[in-house]
């Protein structure tokens, strides 16, 4: 079994939600915890579990985890199970409060990022799922690292 848990951060906060989400499929399995631009195609081979984490920017994934699932070719993740995860300001912490309506309206970057993994071929095996943080450079909120390893071992229990 092999696993990768694949993300971007500008401030560190996805990685911290990918670090811990590493650390509960460790105890389970192999698993490699790399920055987006430090993937190479080849680690993708054979791979039997790929995790993607994206800040949440402009109601989209971030633009390194938009270019790194562009470039997984057509059935390129053919047999891979998948989960994917963003980090994002809750709607009741945006401002301005006119915010809240756009978020409500274009969303977040998991639930893209995840139909990505699934047109190229993965068994989306998990919903994908949002953790918040205080402002754009966070922190984390309260709580959110634990929710993470709560749904990580979710990953774990259907592999
Ligand atoms: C240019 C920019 C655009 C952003 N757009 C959104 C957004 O549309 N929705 C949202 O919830 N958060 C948005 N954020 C906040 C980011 O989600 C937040 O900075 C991120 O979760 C922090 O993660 P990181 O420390 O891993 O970069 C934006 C932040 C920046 C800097």
Redesign the pocket.
């Known amino acids: 079994m092999k696993a990768l848990v694949i993300y971007?951060?500008?401030?560190?906060?996805?990685?911290k939600i990918a670090q811990a989400i590493g650390d509960v499929i460790g105890k389970a399995t192999e698993v490699k915890v790399l920055k987006v631009d430090e993937v190479k195609p080849e680690q993708l081979k054979g791979l039997n579990l790929l995790v993607v984490g994206s800040?949440?920017?402009?109601?989209?994934p971030s633009p390194g985890t938009k270019g790194f699932l562009k470039r997984i070719p057509t059935d390129g993740l053919r047999g891979v199970r998948a989960a994917a995860f963003?980090?994002?300001?809750s709607e009741d912490d945006?401002k301005p409060r006119a915010l809240r309506f756009l978020?409500k309206t274009f969303g977040?970057a998991a639930e893209p990022v995840s139909k990505k993994l699934g047109k190229k071929g993965a068994e989306i095996i998990l919903a994908p799922e949002g953790f918040c943080?205080n402002d754009?450079?966070?922190p984390l909120k309260e709580g959110e690292l634990e929710r993470a390893t709560a749904w990580a071992k979710q990953i774990v229990e259907k592999l």
């Open positions: 971007e951060s500008f401030y560190g906060n996805t990685e800040p949440t920017r402009a109601f989209s963003d980090t994002r300001i945006a978020m977040y943080v754009t450079k966070g």
